[in-house]
Structures are given as C-alpha cells and as structure tokens.
C-alpha cells in the first residue's frame, strides 16, 4: 500500500461517517441542540447564582453564557467520541466494523482513520455551535475561531480514542448507557467546564483535586484558553498523551492476536 | 489476476487449525484447501464451527494453533496481502441503508486504496453484472434482501479478489433469491477463474459440481467432490453421507 492509498483510505472512512451524519437526522439534530439547551436554559438560569470573576483568559468580568461556551463544545466533543464508539459497538453487531477490519490496511490505521472520521464530524458540530452561540453574544476574537481548531482536534482525538476503548470493553450494546452514565456524566460534572476550579476548591478540596485528574478538564482548558487565542502547555501536554495512552489502548483492544476481540467473539 | 504461482498454490490452504474458547474446543485441528478456480462448500450443521472458522480466516482474532494461508500468503505474518486478495459477504447485512449503492460501494473501494475513478468504473461494472445498474443512485433501504445481498457480492468482488468467502449468504433469503444467488455465484466462479468457500448447512446448496468439505462438532469429517464424499461415506447420495457423516459423537 502505498501513501496515496492510505489518504484514500482515510478520506473514505471520514466520507462515509459524515454522509451516515447528515442522514442520521436525529443524531445531527440532539447533537446541535443538546449544547444549546444548556447554554439557552442552565446558563440563562445559573447567570444569577453564581457570579465569575475575572480570570484568564477572560479580561473582564463576563457573564456565565460566555464562560460554560468552550465546556460546551468541550461536551459536543464527548458525546460526539462516545457517540461514534457506540456506533463502534452497533457496527460490530450488525457486522458492518467486520468489513472495515478485513481491509488490507493495518488494523492500527484502521482504527485511526474511524477515529479522525469522528474527529472530523465533531469538529464541523463545534463550528456550528459556536456560529449559533453569537446570539448569546458569545464573541471570541477572530482569531479565536481559527486557533481553537487544533485545541478541537487534539481533544477529539482523546475522547473519540476513550470512546474506542471502551467500545473494545463493551460487549453489548446494553451496556453501553451503563457506559454513558459511568463516563460522560461524571466527567463532564466533574471537570471546569460548568464552573471555575477556584469555587471548586474552596467547596470541596478533593473534588477539586478529582476534576484537576480528570482529562476533561483539560480539554475544556485547552478549547478555553485556544478561543480567546492564548495557549497552554499543561492542558495541552495532558490532552496530547491521555490522547496517545488511550489510543494505544484501544490499538490493544482490538488486536487479533490480544484476546478481546477473541473473548467477545467466544461469548456470542 | 492470476499469475503463474497461482496455479499451483491453494487459494485457502488451512492447516492444523484449532481454537477455543475458554474450555470449550470450537475447532480441532481442522485442515482443508480451496483450489484456484474451485466451488467449495463448507457444510456444516449449526454449531459445527463455520462461523468461528470465518472469523479466523477474516482475521477477527487470531487462532490458538493452526495456521491459515491465502495464496501462500501466511495470515498471521503477511495479512495484507493475504486479505488484498480475499473478498467477504458475511452472514449478517453490512451495508449502511441510509447510503446509496454507489456510496456504500465506493466506501469498500476506499477501504482498498482504489482510486475514485477507477472505483466508480469497476462498481458500474460489477453493478451491471449483477442486473443492479439503474439501482445505483438509490439507497440501500429501498433495494430487497435479494438485491442488498447481490450489492454485497459486487462489493466483495471490487477490488479483484481471486478468493470468495460467503458466511451462510443464503440465511434470510427467500427460495427465489436464495437460488439465483448460488447460480450467480457458481457462473462468476466458472467466468472469472474465482475460488469460493460458501459456508451452509442446506445440502441442496453442495449440489454437483462442487468441492465439499463437512465440518462437524469442530472438525473436518470429509473433503472432495461430491461424488468423492458420498463414495467415502458409503452413502447413497450427499443428503444420505451428510446425515452418516454429522450423526457420530466426538470421538
């Protein structure tokens, strides 16, 4: 196989996730709408309760719609990674993850070509979210736009590479809303995408140090800090290697030689 | 297409190939060969281990011992080249309904590093064959069983393969279908020089001419011509040797 090939390879994974996007009506719309019932309702609710001061990168005082944005698109990226793992799941049962892992491309690549299909979708929902949220006067500087693009694909790239390990893990699809509520609820809440870390660690110092843990944070970090066109090593370096671990992981998991594959197949 | 190694070598040559699940014995030193060019049916009752075989040839896992090669082409060490050449339907529908033929054929296509062009070439071809030409553009929700399993046997035969494998492709069709399935595929087999391992448990499915190879409770109690296998199974005909061959206890 030759360079050329891979890039086929690739662009017709990420083809494909996206014309299945656009058909899944459903998908397309809750994945929209769901961030922006939390920006139209919770925000608009919790602006009155709980007051931000200035922190960076913010230069002033700015309202709460503006400060859970970015873990809002932090959160379309996770549902989005888990989202594509699960269809990882309901491929496998409906026999359609077979046909992609009978490609003559090593099965690494192959999965990493699934994983940038999600990226890729991921990627276009924040966009759309962030165009819909400057009714909320949500208004990072132009720059913004454009330097949060590789914050949006190093974080997507971690979560759709968890979601991948968990969907090695997962033997059913029944499981998986064991999953959901194991993974993305917990993460989510327990990370500074609804509140600051400061207010955290004055209520309760070891949840504090549970959302510092936690690689959501980061993400959310990284999309923050990206927005407003600052960069951060830390959130960055943590992103990039929990990235890397995961994708290892789930490299492992669905190894042919490794087992899971292989324990799954003897409990159908 | 073929070269002059090809004459030669076995499309499928599986040796020694055992696997299990935890304590229980799936396979038990299973060992048979597809000839280039050959119709061969693996028959089995339920339970005889087909589709755990399919998962191994497809590489889905590896198998605790044996080995299996496509072509000369070790599985284990070169699965590239042994999986370029092989082409799958796989027993459960693995089409995505919301895409059209095209698009579904064309993400195949990719999956082999095809070109777009020559993809959308070969895709009307292997279409046209198939009598699907003017369903191209429509989405495979629309098509019948009948037809979504003909899309699936142009799409295994994309990219060229010169060894089909089919996991009980017949399993949900109606009589109709089921027939002008197994008739189309013996004629490309015949026209194309195509080897195939069509995995069943309907012996009418293993009428003559064609290579059978029985598998029961994990092993291989039978392999040769029709005519080879009744003979071998002091039978009358193959209903008869199937019934002599799947009846006996593990030994």
Redesign the interface.
Known sequence: MTPVQYGRCVWGVVRREGLRWVHQRGRFVSALVRPLVWLAIFAAGFRFVLGVSIIPPYETYVPYEVYIAPGLVAMIQLFNGMQSSLSMVYDREMGSMRTLMVSPFPRWFLLLAKLLAGVAVGVVQAYLFLAIALLWEIEPPPMGYLAVLPALVLSGLMLGALGLVLSSLVRQLENFAGVMNFVIFPMFFASSALYPLWRVKEANLTLWWICQLNPFTHATELIRFALYGQFEPVPAAVVAGCALVFMALATLGYDPGRGMMARRAGAE | MLDAADTTTPALAVSGLSHS??A?RVLDGVAFSVQPGAFTVLLGPNGAGKT?LF?LI?????ASSGSIAVFGRDM?TE???A??R?G?V???????L??TVE?NL???????????GEARARAAEELARAGLADRAGERVRQLSGGQRRRVELARALLHRPALLLLDEPTSGLDIESRAALLTYVRAQCAERGLAALWATHLIDEAAPPARVVVLHQGRVRAEGTVEDVVRQAGAADLADAFARLTRGERA
């Open positions: 699940f935890g229980r755990t998962a497809t590489r889905l896992h590896h284990r699965s590239s080249a999986l370029a092989m799958v796989f027993q459960q529908p693995t089409l995505d919301d895409l698009q064309a993400y195949h296509a990719a999956l082999h590093g095809m070109a777009g």
